[in-house]
């Protein structure tokens, strides 16, 4: 069959923009090559000869993009999520995260974590992603191979950490450099779709020294970059003493040219901004926030500002943060997006007014975020606008039924709130059917 155009057919749904659903009922959405061509009710005269992939019934939904997760943390999620009461933000990593990413140093331990991984994502409804390897560039390079091999676009970090990690997982300033460049030679131009990022873990496991190289690496290789910001109240406070120098922590990656100035930026969580890094980032139109809801709650039992970036024109799209969450599924990181806007709202906007104007994010809001919102790191993706990258998930959602007619609004939401990887039918990457 040849399939560099064809159609889906189903009931098609999408998110244009973040104030409601555009919902096609029993309809046809055409793609060529890797682009959507339109959404029609009936195929025109001129694609009436073309190969339809047949899903009446079934919901078809843009792909999602996940800006933020540890693929090497995928085999420990879940645990770590009940630490004692007297353990500090680092204690989770000390027991847990630095311990396992020591293993990928074994290529043959990286082989069957990144091959786990990697077909798990596959059955969710994950499109696109940004994610965070470890330091060992071999492991990286082979978590990028496998993840070229099942059609996924995505950028992979391989991790920098020259200080503040445990014995067996830290590098020297100069081996960290150095494997990075080899890295960079090795992938820029490897793959497609699977291109390279420069990953600083985070500002206390890099020095100056470590940062000022990877700053040149930017300039010289024109990739993008990847990193943690104001995660944590103790982290905030450690950056304040690694760097005296800086008024608040997005500065630490600004000078950099690692906060969106020169390329473009994913900084995961942003849960604690001061006034003078919100106006900081407000500025930077190559910044990207990754908004991790469950992660925040497991580590902090905190919601981010999510309405306050939006409304202030700074991009944001949604993370899993797999394992300080303990899911892939992006429906039950878009759910936990609803769930934490509602508590920052009322915890932090309310003030105890009854009568208070309800600013959390919708459902609609919510999946724009997880599809557009995300996907457009990429450019136009995350939607079936015509010209979009074509990016599709089939959803069967029959299993969810229950004894009345529900409204497609109705189906999409019960998805949102109930689904996982069991209702993945089918998906599409850039026009190429990679699963089901």
């Known amino acids: 069959m040849n399939t560099s155009i064809f159609a889906l057919k189903g009931h098609i749904i999408h998110t244009p923009t973040p104030k409601g659903f555009e919902i096609f009922e029993n309809s046809y ?38 800006i933020h997760q540890h693929a090497p943390q995928y085999g420990f999620r879940g645990l770590g999520m009940a630490l004692d009461l007297d353990s500090n933000w680092n204690t989770w990593f000390m027991q847990y995260s630095l311990p396992e990413e020591r293993h990928f140093n074994d290529l043959n331990y990286a082989e069957l974590a990144y091959e786990k991984f990697t077909n798990d994502l596959l059955r969710s409804t994950t499109t696109r992603t940004c994610t965070f ?26 991790l920098n950490m020259d200080r503040n990690s445990i014995e067996g997982l830290q590098e020297t300033t100069e081996e960290s450099l150095r494997e990075t460049r080899t890295w ?3 992938t820029c131009e490897k793959y497609e779709y699977v291109k390279p990022m420069i990953t600083p873990r985070y500002i206390p496991s890099c020095t100056d020294a470590c940062m000022e190289g990877l700053q040149a690496l930017i300039h010289e ?11 944590g109240l103790d982290e905030i406070e450690w950056v304040k003493q690694l760097k005296p120098e800086i008024s608040f922590y997005g500065q630490a990656y600004d000078m950099y040219d690692m906060l969106g100035s020169v390329v473009q930026s994913v900084q995961a969580h942003c849960v604690f901004p001061t006034p003078e890094e919100f106006e900081l980032m407000s500025r930077r139109k190559k910044l990207w926030v990754a908004h991790c809801p469950q992660s925040n709650m497991n580590a902090n039992g905190v919601a981010a500002p999510i309405r306050r970036y939006l409304d202030a024109g700074i991009h944001v799209g949604l993370g899993t943060d797999i394992a300080g969450s303990n899911t892939l599924s992006m429906f039950r990181t878009i759910s936990d997006t609803i769930v934490a806007s509602k508590i920052y709202w ?59 007619n529900r409204s497609l609004r109705q189906r999409i939401e019960r998805v949102v709130f109930q689904g996982d990887e ?15």
């Not at 959404?39 to 999602?64: C, H, N, R, T, W």
């Open 346 to 404: 009322n915890s932090m906007e309310r003030k105890g007014d009854p009568f208070a104007e309800k600013t959390y994010l919708t459902v609609s809001e919510a999946f724009y975020l997880a599809t557009k919102g995300g996907c457009s790191f990429w450019g136009k993706a995350g939607s079936f606008e015509e010209g979009s990258l074509f990016d599709a998930v089939v959803i069967d959602d029959a299993p969810l039924w229950d004894f009345n």
């Open 221 to 231: 290789f024109g990739v993008p970059t990847q990193s943690h910001l104001s995660e």
């Open 29 to 66: 959405v055409v793609c060529k090559k890797d682009t959507v061509i339109g959404i029609f009710k009936d195929l025109p005269e001129q694609y009436q000869a073309i190969p339809v992939f047949d899903y009446s019934g079934k919901l078809i939904i843009p792909g999602m993009a996940d």
């Open 422 to 436: 069991r209702h993945t039918v089918a998906k599409f990457i850039n026009g190429r059917k990679v699963y089901g």
């Open 184 to 186: 960079l030679e090795n």
């Open 133 to 158: 390897a470890t330091i060992h560039r071999p492991a990286t390079e082979l978590l990028m191979q496998k993840l070229a091999d099942k059609g996924f676009v995505a950028y992979v970090g391989k």
